[in-house]
């Protein structure tokens, strides 16, 4: 059973570019949240999508916009990439109607984004 | 906003003795609280929660308190393993919504 997986790994971007990171939930999960960890901080919730719909979201610009596919597998896009949205990107999934669904939230290994 | 708030960036520990990892928060809203452990080149993984209704919760090594009045919870790991090196985060919810973290305290247990 594979759990959270996140493509790519790395990246490397431009300031200005736009860039898309994958995700693909743990079997049986229905809900994706993507979070921001930079560099000795901890993760900063962007947002969360259930039933292809954005459910909640954190503190973060529109140029921060996701989607989430009939598999329940997720896409984080971020245009118009400035310095300071280098950080590693984290996606986790959950099931969303199972009482305290952050207990049940699995993280994937990372992408971590570099903008230059 | 640093709801979630993790003073010390670093603790070492004798094996086999306690670890206890702090943690301070400021929204009174907050009504779930959890620690989560992240291994290097992983992703953080759940280890153990608490509701804002108890004070202790407790599962095998791993305890958490609570004390409301102080908007402080605590982990304590009895007794210290080397292979609990890592870094653990506390984070909290309100309402069942999206999870504040800490910015995470480095755990080292020498051996």
């Known amino acids: 059973d594979a759990g959270v997986t996140q493509s790519p790994t790395h990246l490397i971007k431009t300031r200005g570019q736009q860039v898309t990171l994958r995700c693909s939930p743990k079997?049986?999960?229905?809900?994706v949240s993507w979070y921001q960890q930079a560099l000795g901080q901890g993760p900063q919730f962007i947002f969360q999508?259930?039933?292809?719909?954005?459910?909640q979201r954190g503190n973060f610009p529109d140029r921060f916009s996701g989607h989430q596919f009939p598999n329940y597998s997720s896409e984080l896009n971020v245009n118009a990439l400035l310095l300071g949205d280098s950080a590693l990107y984290l996606c986790a999934s959950s099931l969303r109607y199972q009482g305290q669904w952050q207990e049940t939230q699995y993280f994937g290994p990372g992408t971590r984004l570099l903008v230059l | 906003d640093q709801q979630v708030k993790q003073n010390s960036p670093s603790l070492s520990v004798q094996e086999g003795r306690i670890s206890i990892l702090n943690c301070d928060y400021t929204?009174?809203?907050?009504?779930?609280f959890l620690w989560y452990k992240k291994y290097p080149a992983e992703g953080p993984t759940f280890l153990i929660s608490?509701?804002?209704?108890?004070d202790k919760n407790e599962d095998g090594r791993f305890t958490v308190f609570l004390n409301k009045s102080a908007k402080h919870l605590s982990l304590h790991i009895v007794p210290s393993q080397p292979g609990d090196s890592a870094v653990y985060f506390c984070a909290a919810s309100a309402n069942n919504n999206d999870m504040r973290f800490g910015a995470g305290t480095r755990l080292t247990v020498k051996p």
């Open positions: 929204n009174s809203m907050f009504d779930y």
């Open positions: 079997s049986g999960h229905d809900t």
């Open positions: 608490i509701s804002s209704i108890k």
């Open positions: 999508y259930y039933e292809e719909e954005e459910r």
